[in-house]
C-alpha cells in the first residue's frame, strides 16, 4: 500500500504537467475561433484539478523511487494520460465512446498513428492538433518531459528515464544529471520539429497543416489532417522533406546530441546501428520500386520508386503515412514494410519495433555459435563498435525477443477467435505491437480500426501500449515476486 501511495503522488504530480498541454489546442482554437476552446479549457481544468488533490493526499508519502516503481508509474501514468486525454475528443466527436476515444488517444500518446475517426478534413483544427500534439509528447516520452521540469516531485529520475526509454541499454548518461539530459533531448527534439513545421510550410502546407504533420513525423507517430494521409496533397516535395525528417527521427536521438555536442558526423560512424538502419531501409525503397515496376503496378520506374520509397521509409520507421495504397500492392511488397517495421528502429529513437540494435546482437550471438562449432575452443566474446556487449545484456535481449513473439502469437490469435480475418488479424496486432498504424486487408491504409468490435479495440490499445513501453515494463507487472516486499 506504501509503493501504490508514494506512486499515487507522482502520478498527481504528472497529471498537473500534463495539464498544461491543453494550453496548445485553446491558443490555437482561439486563434483560428473554430469554437472548441471551452472543451480544452475544461478538460486541462479538470485534469490539473484531479492531479493537484491527488498530489496534495499523497505529499506525506513522498518518497525516493526504487527501480520496480518506475515500470509501475510509467504503465498508470501512461494509461492515465491516454484516459484524460479522451475528455476533448469525446466533447467534440459526437457519438465517440469512450473506447474508441481510449483509442485514439493511446495511438496518439504511443506514436502508433492507427486512428478509428473518419472525416479528418472537417475536424475543428484544435482537435486534429491535440491528436498530432499528442504524438508530439509520446514521441519522447512524456515521462521523461516530467523528469526534465519537475525534480520537484523529489524522485529517482533514473527509474523512470530507464522504464520508459528504448532500447536493450540504457546505462548510459549523456550529462552527470538525468534531468539535465533529458532537457537537451526535448531542446533536440523541438529544434528539429521547428525546422520540419518551416519546410513543409515552404512548400504549399497551411501553418496548421505543417505544425501537425511535423508534430507526426518527428514522432513517427503517423497521424494525418486528412482521411487519404499525405496521398491527400499529392506532392513529391513533401514527401521528400517528410522522409528526410523520418529518416532522422529513426535514429537515436542521444547520437544526434553528441553529434551536435561534438561537432562531428563520426559520432553516426561509430554508432553501430545507423549504418545498419539507413542501408536497409534505403535498399529496401531500391529492391520494391524495382519490384512494382516489375510487377507492372506502376507504368514508370520513377513512379514506382515514389511510391515506394515513401511508403517504405514510413513503414520501416514506424511512421504509417501513405503516398499510395500499398495493400493493393503484390503481397511480397506490404508484407517486407511490415516486417522492416519490426526491426529498423534505432533504440533512443522515436520509432517502434524491436529495435535494430537487437538484431544485431542477435546476428551477432548467431555468428558465435557458428564460430564455436567449428572451433569449440575459441573464445569469442560478442562485441559491437568494438565493445563487449554485457552477458546480461543479451539475455535480456533473448528474453525480450520470446515475449515479443508469445505477444504478437497471443494477440493474433485473440483476434482471429473473436471474427477478425488472419490477415486483418497478425498485421493489425504486428502494426500496434510495433507502434507503426495501418495494418493490412481490413486496418489497411486506406481503412482505419473503426471496424474493431470493443473488444478487439481495448486488445490494440494493449498491445500499443506494450509495445510503446519495451514489454518487460508492462508484463514484469504480473510477476507475483513484484509485489512481494
Not at 522533406?241 to 553529434?259: D, E, G, K, P
Request: net charge neutral.
Amino acid at each position: 500500500m506504501q509503493q501504490l501511495l508514494s506512486i499515487a503522488h507522482v502520478l498527481g504530480g504528472l497529471l498537473m504537467v500534463f495539464s498544461v498541454t491543453y494550453l496548445m489546442p485553446v491558443v490555437w482554437s482561439l486563434a483560428v475561433s473554430d469554437g472548441t476552446h471551452r472543451s480544452f479549457i475544461l478538460s486541462g481544468a479538470a485534469t490539473l484539478v484531479v492531479g493537484a488533490l491527488l498530489f496534495g493526499a499523497t505529499r506525506r508519502h513522498r518518497r525516493e523511487l526504487h527501480s520496480r516503481d518506475g515500470a509501475l508509474l510509467v504503465v498508470l501514468g501512461w494509461g492515465l494520460m491516454a484516459a484524460v486525454a479522451t475528455v476533448p475528443l469525446m466533447l467534440e466527436i459526437e457519438g465517440l465512446s469512450f473506447t474508441d476515444a481510449f483509442f485514439e488517444t493511446m495511438s496518439g500518446l504511443t506514436t502508433t498513428g492507427a486512428t478509428v475517426l473518419t472525416g479528418l478534413d472537417h475536424l475543428p483544427q484544435a482537435v486534429n492538433l491535440w491528436r498530432h500534439a499528442l504524438n508530439w509528447y509520446g514521441g519522447m516520452g512524456i515521462i521523461v518531459l516530467a523528469v526534465a521540469i519537475l525534480p520537484i516531485l523529489g524522485v529517482g529520475g533514473m527509474q523512470l528515464y530507464k522504464a520508459e526509454t528504448p532500447g536493450p541499454i540504457k546505462e548510459s548518461k549523456l550529462t552527470p544529471r538525468i534531468t539535465q539530459t533529458a532537457k537537451y533531448l526535448w531542446l533536440l527534439y523541438a529544434g528539429l520539429t521547428v525546422l520540419c513545421i518551416l519546410s513543409l510550410k515552404s512548400l504549399g502546407m497551411t501553418w496548421h497543416e505543417a505544425v501537425c504533420h511535423a508534430f507526426s513525423s518527428m514522432a513517427l507517430g503517423g497521424f494525418s489532417t486528412r482521411d487519404a494521409s499525405i496521398a491527400g496533397f499529392d506532392s513529391p516535395a513533401i514527401e521528400a522533406v517528410l522522409m528526410l525528417f523520418m529518416m532522422i527521427a529513426v535514429l537515436n536521438f542521444s547520437t544526434h546530441f553528441v553529434a551536435l555536442r561534438q561537432r562531428s558526423l563520426r559520432v553516426y560512424v561509430r554508432d553501430p546501428e545507423v549504418f545498419a538502419v539507413w542501408s536497409l531501409i534505403a535498399g529496401s525503397a531500391l529492391m520494391l520500386a524495382c519490384f512494382l515496376y516489375w510487377k507492372g503496378t506502376y507504368p514508370d520506374f520513377l513512379l514506382a520508386l515514389r511510391h515506394a520509397a515513401f511508403n517504405t521509409v514510413s513503414i520501416a520507421t514506424s511512421s504509417g503515412f501513405m503516398s499510395d495504397d500499398f495493400d493493393q500492392w503484390p503481397i511480397f511488397a506490404p508484407m517486407w514494410m511490415l516486417l522492416l517495421c519490426t526491426i529498423a528502429s534505432s533504440a533512443g529513437s522515436t520509432g517502434g519495433g524491436i529495435k535494430m540494435i537487437r538484431v544485431l546482437i542477435l546476428l551477432r550471438l548467431a555468428g558465435n555459435e557458428l564460430i564455436r562449432m567449428v572451433h569449440p575452443r575459441a573464445v569469442t566474446p560478442l562485441c559491437l563498435s568494438g565493445q563487449v556487449v554485457d552477458n546480461k545484456v543479451i539475455l535480456a535481449v533473448m528474453g525480450y525477443m520470446l515475449l515479443w513473439g508469445l505477444t504478437l502469437v497471443v494477440l493474433s490469435f485473440l483476434m482471429m477467435a473473436t471474427g477478425l480475418d488472419l490477415t486483418s488479424a497478425v498485421s493489425g496486432v504486428l502494426a500496434c505491437l510495433n507502434n507503426t498504424g495501418p495494418g493490412l486487408n481490413e486496418l489497411g491504409p486506406a481503412r482505419n480500426y473503426q471496424v474493431l468490435t470493443d473488444f478487439q479495440t481495448w486488445l490494440c490499445s494493449f498491445a500499443m501500449m506494450a509495445g510503446r513501453l519495451e514489454l518487460l515494463t508492462v508484463f514484469v507487472l504480473f510477476m507475483p515476486a513484484f509485489w512481494r516486499k
